[in-house]
C-alpha cells in the first residue's frame, strides 16, 4: 500500500483554451481563489516546465471535471508538447465525498524529461481548475498505524449573549502521519532534498494510497507540511519520517 508525496514544478503557459477574466496562468499559484476556467468543453493548455524539468506525476487539483471526463497528458521538446509520450486517463474513479472537487491525477509510465507537455481535457462542460502540478514524486512502502486525517472547518465563530455569528472559511482537510522504513541511503539521496526544497511554504500532493485509483478523492490532499519535518532514527538502516499536512482546500 504506496503513499508517494508529489513536489510542484514552476511552469510557464504557452497557449490554452481559457477565459479573460480567469487565465489557465491561474493555475501555476496556490491561492485557491485563483482558478482557470476554460471556454469550451473541450478544452487543453500548453506548458513550459523550462530545461531541468522531470517529473512523473500530473494532476489537476480543485477541478470540476466528473468521472466520465478525460485527461489526455503529451510531452514533447517543441512548443507544441506533443510528440514524446502520451497517456490519457478518466478524471477519476471510485466515489467523491460531498462537497469535494476533484482531483484528476495521472501517474506517468516513466520519468519524464521533455520540457513541454499539452494537457487535453474532453469534458461534458466548461472546466474550472485550482492548480495544476506538474512534478517528481517520491514513494514509501505507506503510513504507519494511528495516523489520522481530518476534515477542518477554518471558519471562525463569536459567541455574544447567547447568540452565535459566524465568519465563514475555508473547509479542509489534514494529514497527519508518519512513514516508517525509509532506507536511510534513500533519506540522503532523495528525501532530505525534496523535504528541504518544499520546507512549510510550498505545497505538495499527498497520495496516501497511491495503488488504490479509487481512494484518491477522498485521501489525496494538495497543501502545505505545517510542522517541522524529523526523522526518527531507530535503526542505522532506515528513517522514520513524521509530519502533518494541511490541504488548501477540499
Known sequence: MAASLTRPLPFVVLSADQTTTAPASNASFDNPGKVWRTATATSYVVIDLGLSASYNCVALIGCNLIVSDIVRVRTGT?????????????AYTGNKPLG??????????????????????????????????????????????????SPLDTSSIQTNLGADTFELGLKKIR?????????????????????????????????????????????????????????????????VVEMTIDGLSI
Open 175 to 239: 494529514w497527519k502521519l508518519s512513514m516508517s522504513m525509509v532506507p536511510t541511503s534513500l533519506w540522503r539521496s532523495t528525501w532530505l532534498g525534496f523535504l528541504n526544497s518544499v520546507g512549510k511554504t510550498v505545497p505538495i500532493l499527498l497520495i496516501p494510497h497511491a495503488d488504490q485509483p479509487d481512494t484518491w478523492q477522498a485521501d489525496a490532499v494538495f497543501g502545505r507540511i505545517r510542522n517541522d519535518v524529523s526523522a526518527k532514527i531507530p535503526g542505522l538502516q532506515y528513517r
Open 100 to 149: 469535494f472537487t476533484t482531483k484528476a491525477i495521472l501517474g506517468l509510465n516513466s520519468t519524464r524529461t521533455e520540457r513541454y507537455m499539452r494537457i487535453d481535457i474532453t469534458a461534458a462542460s466548461t472546466m474550472e481548475v485550482q492548480r495544476i502540478v506538474v512534478g517528481p514524486s517520491i514513494t514509501t512502502i505507506g503510513y504507519d498505524y494511528d495516523a489520522e486525517q
Open 78 to 90: 517543441t512548443t507544441t508538447g506533443i510528440g514524446s509520450s502520451d497517456q490519457s486517463t478518466a
